[in-house]
């Protein structure tokens, strides 16, 4: 899932909450307490501005190789795509290290 797909997916839930404002305040009016003063725009606003920061961090996060694993095999990766390591070679070392 890349930033844009995350982005439409968040953005998707402000017509979800600007409805649950609106029962909020429904719920809020029939116990005779203040209104929450929300407008639609501000809730599109928000949303829109967390699935920014979210997409933000999860391509940051995505695009980096945090684990010991991940730091091991990149340079593989990087071989295999170069074309100075084969498959086959690789194949060689997995089975190598799986016996001992």
């Known amino acids: 899932m890349n930033k844009q797909e995350i982005?439409?997916?968040?953005?998707?839930i402000a017509p979800?909450?600007?409805?649950?404002?609106?029962?909020?305040?429904?719920?809020?009016?029939?116990?005779?307490?203040?209104n929450l003063e929300i407008g639609d725009e501000t809730i599109t606003l928000v949303v829109s501005g967390i699935a920014t920061?979210?997409?933000?961090?999860?391509?940051?996060?995505?695009?980096?190789?945090?684990t010991q694993d991940a730091q091991i095999t990149q340079p593989v990766l990087n071989g295999l795509k170069a074309g100075t390591?084969?498959?086959?070679?690789?194949?060689?070392?997995?089975?190598s290290s799986d016996s001992n």
Not at 16 to 32: E, M, P, Q, S, W
Not at 86 to 94: A, D, G, K, M, S
Request: hydrophobic share 50%; aromatic share 10%; proline share 2%.
């Open 16 to 34: 979800l909450l600007v409805t649950l404002v609106g029962c909020i305040n429904a719920f809020l009016t029939l116990r005779g307490l203040p």
């Open 85 to 95: 390591i084969t498959q086959q070679e690789v194949n060689n070392l997995v089975n």
């Open 7 to 12: 982005i439409a997916k968040i953005n998707a």
């Open 53 to 66: 920061i979210i997409g933000e961090i999860w391509g940051w996060w995505r695009n980096n190789n945090w």
